[in-house]
């Protein structure tokens, strides 16, 4: 495989990274369009239930379908690294808009009544968003809001038997018993995600600064201890 091309997709650029993954923006020949692919890199996975319970939250991601959810096309996984391949999303991300200052009321409204129902989607199909942020908020060629990364932290945790300690979400949007470590992420943490987003549209700032570096650096730690 050339390090240009994944399986058949010709990878033109990076277009985003994080502590964990890397999004690359590709061309797929075989059907003539651009797509986004999100490469996340683990270990082969630890164990036949492990396997099995991914298995089951990818399938569960394939199964959503909401005008304003990012299609995702495929998703396979391939020496190590796991590969989800979406819509290409020309118009950037609400984070970008952000840069901008607070958003009008209309604005964040409008983004808020297709954001609502498309979580309500994702809930009803069994799965939990479980990272709801500016960044993940996409707007496609028609500048509409769609949500992206459904799922990710369930099909994270998948890869690893030591998944409890885990603590995933964005700092800032993470509701007070996650913090505490109290439960673990469920619809309702969704709700209280969308909730701050929210008041991050018509502000420009997060409710509550909590010190969100010590939590970056605790997930960043046990990511490079786990990879």
């Not at 890397?22 to 003539?32: C, E, F, H, T």
């Not at 979580?119 to 960044?135: E, V």
Request: hydrophobic share 40%; aromatic share 10%; glycine share 6%.
């Amino acid at each position: 495989m050339s390090p240009d091309v994944i399986d058949r997709y010709e990878i033109e650029t990076k277009i985003g990274r994080s502590p964990i993954s890397v999004v690359l923006r590709a061309y797929d020949p075989q059907l003539a369009r651009h797509v986004a692919i999100k490469r996340l890199s683990f270990e082969t996975l630890p164990d036949p239930a492990s396997r099995a319970e991914y298995e089951r939250k990818v399938l569960l991601i394939s199964s959503v379908n909401h005008p304003a959810i990012v299609p995702v096309y495929q998703i396979f996984d391939q020496a190590g690294q796991l590969n989800i391949v979406m819509q290409h999303m020309p118009d950037g991300t609400l984070e970008d808009k952000l840069k901008n200052g607070p958003l009008s009321d209309q604005e964040a409204t409008l983004i808020l009544g297709r954001l609502a129902p498309a979580l309500d989607a994702i809930h009803n199909a069994g799965c939990i968003h479980g990272d709801l942020k500016p960044s993940n908020v996409l707007f496609d060629e028609n500048g509409e809001a769609c949500l992206s990364d459904y799922c990710i932290p369930e099909i994270v945790k998948a890869f690893f038997p030591k998944r409890e300690w885990m603590i995933f979400g964005p700092p800032g949007y993470l509701s007070p018993e996650l913090l505490r470590r109290e439960s673990s992420i469920h619809r309702s943490s969704d709700i209280y995600m969308l909730g701050v987003l929210f008041f991050e549209v018509l502000t420009g700032k997060l409710p509550y600064h909590a010190n969100s570096i010590l939590l970056w650096l605790f997930n960043i730690t046990f990511f490079l201890y786990l990879i």
